[in-house]
């Protein structure tokens, strides 16, 4: 430990703003509240805040930040790391030092984020403990309202000057260089450090009933109480404050911002928020989470559960922030937790639950800029779908698996989650059916061939076409869920004999709705594989021979040894627990289900959070599910 007066920290502060290779950002007041901004003195410093505005998590992951930017004449291209300037961030409270460590896990995980750790590690945290608490902390009940590393130098207020911990080699050689007359600390500091600490543990005004361990248990229990969290949702109007001040909450979207030109542009990421009505919302229309309830209990179940599950931590730091934020007064974490708690003891004991097995696994960086493809075959297949040939103009093959996608980028308008429908086997080009829906959509069918779009991928856990061998595969497609699947078919049809029966049952609206027409006459010529399609209504105008009703009708007809054969199914939301359903009346086990789920998948590797399943992220953990896997998970099906 060290020790400064406060006239020589105050010069310390100073000699870093004056050193022009530095981003000095501390805590000034703003009216009567406080928020972190760039200082020019350090007269402007306030280190006896309560909390501030935002976190200091904005100079990590920014509102608004520049990913790629892109020129229709050339091609994307990443922004360049050298605009980062190394940044001294003073006057860090425990909980939000806590909150950047959960950060770094999230960030970290399967694929890092290289834009968020390039800053972190460009940064030097200087904290100070709590010296005034506002009225809406919790931290001594979530353990953050002191903390024992995370910073680079962390301050205590003794008087008329600080103590200071050392935290890294980093903080000491900051400390060296720009500081004066610092001393070592001695006895009477480190007990007034400690007495200090003890302090900042009586000063909250609220007050948790139970032990925090309880909350990941609890919140299982109360999942199906509806009427508990339309209760406490009541007055949500849904404006997203309580997640978007949130130090420790990450979702985002990206958005293309062109230029008035049209010429070039930046794709931008923003911040988002899981209370937002269309954070879950598909193109095709259908909401996942759809009712404001639901909306506010998947808030709570992320912080206290998922992240829980996934991290070992309880993702809320107890800054109080929400609560202080919220106009209609119903965020506070401590009232909803406490009353679940009190409701809780009238059906029983709630125990805590052991720590899960936590292994955080990183393989590389995260690439946002797209690689450059050209169109070399388009082909009208309906009036809304349309399959596109697409060739890597770096002359690499895309390597997917069957069941993968990819993120189709076009130039100034965004971009969009396809499913590959072409097999891995087709090597140099792949394939993509895609319906015109969305904002991108639409511009991809307007596309001609030798026109230029972006590709990110291939993304998530495809098909196990390894483990299937020797299996009799049961194919179930309805409407544009022929398009995933048709990788996988493929893949099968041009391996034929290393696969048992193979049978297709497909299901469309009406016939002129039928994809890949012509690939399914050639199927029903053949005779290793069992083709059966169906469509919902035929209209007096058309010419339709074979079933006529929804795809269920398909399942009595077909004969299957349910011991040997896997379900393997893609199709519309609905479809999903009608064919299930139907499946199980025939034996087959939940193992031997298959199938392949549509979220919004906005970044392709499980960090924007709006393809997220309960504590599931389809767009890593899938979109190929086996339903033994994902049978209880509620919002999965």
């Not at 709570?300 to 800054?319: A, E, P, Q, W």
């Not at 393989?363 to 009208?380: H, M, S």
Request: proline share 5%; net charge neutral; glycine share 8%.
């Amino acid at each position: 430990m060290r020790v400064i007066s406060k006239e020589n920290f105050a010069q310390f502060v100073n000699s870093l703003i004056k050193d022009g290779s530095l981003n000095v950002v501390g805590v000034k007041a703003k009216g009567d509240k406080f928020a972190f901004g760039p200082l020019e003195s350090a007269s402007e410093l306030r280190m006896d805040y309560d909390v501030t505005l935002l976190p200091p998590k904005k100079y990590f992951f920014p509102q608004r930040e520049t990913l790629v930017t892109y020129n229709v004449g050339k091609s994307f291209s990443a922004k360049s790391p050298s605009e980062i300037k190394p940044m001294v961030l003073v006057g860090v409270h425990p909980y939000d030092i806590v909150a950047l460590l959960h950060m770094d896990e999230i960030f970290s995980e399967t694929k890092s984020d290289p834009y968020y750790f390039e800053k972190r590690k460009a940064s030097i945290i200087i904290g100070v403990n709590i010296q005034k608490m506002s009225k809406w902390c919790f931290a001594p009940y979530m353990g953050s309202a002191t903390v024992e590393y995370g910073y680079d130098l962390m301050l205590t207020d003794v008087g008329n000057r600080y103590v200071i911990n050392i935290g890294s080699e980093k903080g000491e050689k900051l400390l060296d260089k720009y500081a004066k007359n610092v001393t070592d600390a001695l006895a009477r500091d480190t007990q007034l450090v400690g007495q200090k600490k003890r302090e900042v543990m009586m000063m909250s005004q609220q007050k948790l009933d139970f032990p925090t361990e309880l909350i990941p248990e609890m919140l299982t229990k109360f999942y199906t109480e509806s009427s508990f969290w339309e209760k406490h949702s009541e007055k949500c109007l849904a404006c997203g404050s309580c997640v978007l001040v949130c130090p420790t909450c990450y979702c985002f979207d990206v958005k293309d911002n062109p230029d008035l030109s049209l010429e070039q542009g930046e794709r931008v990421r923003i911040w988002d928020g899981c209370l937002l009505e269309d954070f879950a919302k598909v193109a095709s229309g259908e909401n996942f989470r759809a009712t404001r309830p639901t909306r506010y209990r998947h808030r709570y179940f992320k912080k206290g559960k998922y992240l829980y599950d996934r991290f070992g931590f309880i993702s809320c730091v107890g800054c109080g922030r929400c609560s202080s934020n919220c106009l209609p007064d119903i965020a506070s974490p401590v009232n909803l937790f406490n009353d679940m708690y009190h409701e809780s003891v009238n059906y029983g004991q709630v125990t805590t639950v052991s720590t899960p097995d936590i292994k955080i696994q990183t393989e590389g960086n995260i690439d946002y800029v797209p690689k450059l493809a050209t169109i070399i075959r388009k082909q009208p297949m309906t009036a809304m779908e349309t399959l596109f040939e697409i060739k890597l103009d770096d002359g690499l093959v895309l390597g997917h698996k069957p069941g993968q996608f990819v993120e189709l980028s076009v130039f100034g308008i965004g971009e969009a989650p396809i499913s590959i429908s072409s097999p891995p086997t087709k090597k140099e080009t792949f394939e993509l059916c895609v319906r015109k829906l969305g904002n991108v959509t639409t511009k991809v069918h307007s596309l001609k061939i030798g026109d230029k779009v972006g590709i990110r991928g291939p993304f998530g856990t495809g098909f196990d076409t390894e483990s299937l061998k020797g299996k009799d595969l049961l194919f179930v497609a309805g409407g544009l869920g022929l398009a995933p699947l048709r990788s996988f078919f493929n893949y099968v049809l041009d391996n034929r004999k290393d696969y048992g029966q193979v049978t297709l049952l497909y299901g469309c609206k009406e016939p002129k709705e039928l994809l890949f027409a012509d690939e399914l006459l050639a199927l029903s010529k053949r005779s290793d594989v069992d083709f059966m399609p169906t469509v919902d209504r035929c209209p007096e105008t058309e010419a339709w021979t074979g079933n006529t009703g929804v795809i269920t009708t398909l399942i009595p007809q077909i004969k299957i040894d349910p011991e040997k054969t896997y379900a393997v199914i893609c199709g519309p939301p609905i479809m999903y627990k009608f064919v299930i359903a139907d499946l199980k009346k025939r034996s087959v086990p939940d193992d031997h289900i298959i199938m392949s789920l549509e979220r919004r998948m906005k970044c392709g590797v499980g960090k924007c959070g709006h393809c997220q399943i309960n504590q599931i992220y389809v767009c890593k953990d899938g979109p190929v599910f086996n339903y033994s896997k994902i049978k209880g998970v509620p919002e999965a099906l």
